[in-house]
């Protein structure tokens, strides 16, 4: 099995000595990813954006049709290592046979992660990505009513946007990102990759990527190559405009997604002068450490944000742990299979959207290192929240402008019809909470046309959650999901 994923890791990834040439200052000399013919019972999709273009489109090729969909090319994806069972009850050769199980599993994983550098050894990109997280977040957040938000699927939106732009509009969504030019984009896209990516059976973090593409259209073939080899991005052909187009992409998300975005609906409407789809989608499931035990689950009330009072089952328990208290707020963490999620409840008075109105918030709220230990009472609501957000105001509110306009958006590196630009921008997320742990999931579609008073004892922390509050869902030095829980 090692052999095997060995050699699947190496058609896919750089070598260990991406790690030296990050040191020597050398630009690595990536191998292109393998394509293979898909040819699976139904398209898949993740999360996505979705570019149009006007006029009509004229003719293009396709591969074979597959689902109602053309399926050009699909990345290989690595077959990682799953984490063994501990033998329940086994004898002395059982237990030995699972050490030595488990050790070649995170020699595995090791090896997986160090194929390049480490997100915490990036500073570069650490500080861009707290830095769009921190900005993009107070934009897409703003509001009413429950709102979730995935930085890191739209991260990954406008990095393949970035590949399929140019000129002014490409340095645009480069100056956004944080990055110097594409060669330093497609490195982060890869260590970001690594750094989140998880399959092993105790947790799940997946990223998918896809381009849709309008099979009337001919596109630039070394393009789609790009976004297959840094970006693991699928190549599809469909006929816009029609309901097997939008069933497809569907079904793609919610096969991404695991059911929690798509099963219940079309996720975006297309025409027939879409010019193409992007799609990156974001699925995490994860249980915590130390589960809510279900007895202690009980009835009460949480007041909404205006004012309506609803009875919930809320969650239970009592642990030794660091908090912040700081000016406007409280907060502490619940560690889980895959990285933790940080609760936020807001002073009386104080919405989360004034915290959120900070773009250093996210950064401040994430950092533990001089909060306070002591004893940190639960009390959390269960809650399945979704929303569906325009992203348009939040993409140009972080500068990117020039790809809404038609008379000056660059799309030649894509495609040579004239003009193109991005006409929808929108994500939709899920994420559900209960005593055994979280699911969540995000689509991004980007479309072109052509508290209570404190307890005496300053060293407790009552974290009863039972009014509008945050939550951010973190792996590592990555922000995964942000949301605003106003009613459950």
């Known amino acids: ?29 990536r191998k292109r990813k393998p394509l293979k013919a898909l040819v699976p019972a139904g398209v898949a999709a993740v999360a996505a954006a979705a570019l149009l273009v006007t006029g009509v489109p004229g003719g293009g090729e396709g591969g074979p049709l597959v689902a109602n969909a053309h399926a050009i090319a699909q990345p290989v994806y690595p077959d990682l290592p799953q984490c063994p069972a501990e033998p329940a009850g086994g004898s002395q050769a059982a237990w030995e046979q699972f050490n030595e ?12 992660r160090d194929e390049v550098p480490a997100l915490y050894d990036t500073p570069e990109l650490k500080a861009a990505l707290a830095d ?120 793609w998300v919610a096969e991404q997604t695991k059911g929690l975005i798509g099963s219940d609906g079309d996720v975006l409407h297309t025409k027939a002068d879409t010019l193409n789809i992007l799609a990156s989608t974001l699925y995490y499931k994860a249980g915590w450490r130390d589960e809510f035990m279900e007895n202690l689950t009980e009835e009460d009330i949480f007041t909404a944000a205006d004012g309506t009072e609803i009875c919930v089952d809320f969650m239970h328990r009592t642990q030794d742990a660091t908090f912040l208290r ?4 409280q907060a502490a963490s619940l560690s889980t299979t895959s990285g933790e999620m940080i609760f936020v409840l807001p002073d009386e008075g104080v919405t989360p959207a004034d915290l959120l109105a900070d773009p250093n918030f996210l950064e401040e709220v994430s950092n533990f290192e001089h909060g306070i230990f002591g004893e940190v009472q639960w009390s959390v609501p269960k809650f399945d929240v979704k929303s569906d957000l325009d992203l348009k105001p939040t993409i140009e509110g972080l500068g990117i402008t020039d790809v809404f306009d038609p008379d000056v958006s660059d799309f030649t590196p894509l495609t040579d019809l004239e003009p193109v630009w991005l006409d929808q921008a929108k994500q939709i997320a899920r994420v559900k909470v209960d005593e055994k742990g979280v699911e969540a999931a995000a689509v991004t579609l980007l479309a072109t046309d052509g508290a209570a008073a404190l307890p005496e004892d300053p060293t407790i922390c009552v974290m009863d959650l039972d009014r509008p509050f945050l939550f951010i869902i973190r792996d590592g030095s990555a922000i995964l999901f942000v949301g605003v829980v106003e009613q459950v």
Request: negative net charge; proline residues 2%; aromatic residues 12%.
């Open 132 to 251: 769009f997280s921190g900005k993009s977040t107070a934009l897409a957040l703003s509001g009413e009513d429950n709102r979730v938000y995935s930085p890191v699927s739209l991260w990954f939106a406008l990095a393949m946007l970035a590949e399929t732009t140019g000129g002014e509009t490409r340095q645009q969504v480069l100056d956004a990102l944080g990055a110097e030019d594409l060669d330093q984009l497609r490195d982060w896209a890869d260590i970001l990759w690594h750094a989140i990516y998880v399959d092993d059976g105790t947790a799940t973090t997946l990223l998918g990527n896809s381009i849709w593409l309008n099979e009337n259209v001919t596109f630039h073939q070394d393009v789609l190559e790009a976004l297959a080899e840094h970006y693991y991005a699928g190549s599809y052909q469909v006929t816009m405009g029609t309901d097997e187009a939008d069933q497809a992409l569907s079904d």
């Open 101 to 112: 199980d488990y050790d070649a599993y995170w020699n595995a994983w090791r090896e997986y």
């Open 1 to 29: 099995m090692m052999d095997q994923y060995r050699r699947a890791n190496d058609s896919l990834h750089p070598t260990p000595r991406a790690v030296e040439r990050t040191v020597t200052g050398e630009r690595p000399r």
């Open 326 to 329: 700081q000016n406007g707020y």
